[in-house]
């Protein structure tokens, strides 16, 4: 899947909902690769951390859907419900600046074998 953008704006469209899983990625599977220097930055700006600033980036480039994670940590189930309550949404700048590195990123769009989307950071969106 080359281009994720048309799909997501196709489902807002029709009203599907997208659910978004594997956010954390970055952090626990490509630390070091090209969107943490990103994340980093605007998790700097936004005073957050960076599993939030994650969270929040899939939430918001969802329109909203709902973001899957887990955590065995109880200072990280908070630090997660904080996306929510707390962390302010990120600009379209720092949006657009993780969808441009996660172009980079070798983890790929996905579609479930039931036909419900599902995604992940770093769409080539
Ligand atoms: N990824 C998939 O392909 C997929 C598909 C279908 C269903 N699911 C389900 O969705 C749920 C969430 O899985 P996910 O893969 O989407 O999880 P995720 O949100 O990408 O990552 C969760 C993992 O990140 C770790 N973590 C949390 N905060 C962290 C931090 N600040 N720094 C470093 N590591 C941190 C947690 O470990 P600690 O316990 O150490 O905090 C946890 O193991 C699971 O129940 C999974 O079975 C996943």
């Keep these: 899947m080359a281009r994720a953008k048309p799909i997501i704006e196709f489902c807002s469209l029709k009203g599907i909902i997208i659910q978004a899983y594997g956010t ?4 626990i599977h490509y630390a ?4 943490d220097p990103v994340v980093q930055k605007v998790a700097r700006e936004l005073g957050a951390t960076e599993s939030q600033v994650l969270l929040k980036w899939a939430h918001q480039v969802t329109n909203g859907g709902p973001v899957v994670t887990t955590s ?15 962390i302010k949404d990120l600009s379209d700048v720092q949006m657009n600046a993780i969808a441009e590195a996660g172009k980079q990123s070798p983890q790929p769009f996905r579609v479930s074998r039931d036909s419900r989307l599902v995604a992940s950071l770093a769409w080539p969106l």
């Design 24 to 27: 954390l990625a970055p952090l």
């Design 32 to 35: 070091g690769g090209p969107v």
């Design 72 to 86: 065995s940590k109880e200072e990280r189930l908070m630090e997660h419900i904080q996306v929510f309550t707390e």
